[in-house]
């Protein structure tokens, strides 16, 4: 069962590329999708640089596979990501998927 989720993003596409196209990002991605705490091993599926990245798990049990497309618009991306599972994977999971992705990745002026 899939379930799809997207959002328009202030950052721009390359800026995003870098963040998804990390195998830590996708094993720790693919592990919440089936409802497990650690990273599990994940194989790429579909690549097109700069625009869509697909992965499934690869470490056995239920399969969990996430489908990320990157889309330019207006000041930013719009990112659509479809995650399936043997089980419905909750909408709220996914947004928060989104928000990991909006979030700063870096803060130049925190005070240590």
């Known amino acids: 069962m899939a379930s799809n989720a997207d959002r328009t993003l202030v950052k721009s596409p390359p800026e995003l590329w870098e963040l998804v196209d990390d195998p830590e990002l996708m094993g720790r991605w693919c592990a919440l999708v089936k409802g497990r705490d650690e990273a599990v091993a994940v194989q790429v599926t579909a690549r097109v640089d700069g625009e869509r990245i697909a992965w499934r798990s690869a470490d056995g049990g239920p399969d969990a ?8 618009k207006g000041f930013g991306t719009k990112v ?19 928000d990991e992705l909006g979030s700063p990745q870096r803060r130049p002026f925190a005070r240590a």
């Open 80 to 98: 659509a990501i479809t995650a399936a599972c043997g089980w419905d994977v909750p909408g709220d999971m996914l947004e928060s998927l989104l």
């Open 65 to 72: 596979a996430i489908d990320l497309r990157l889309a330019e």
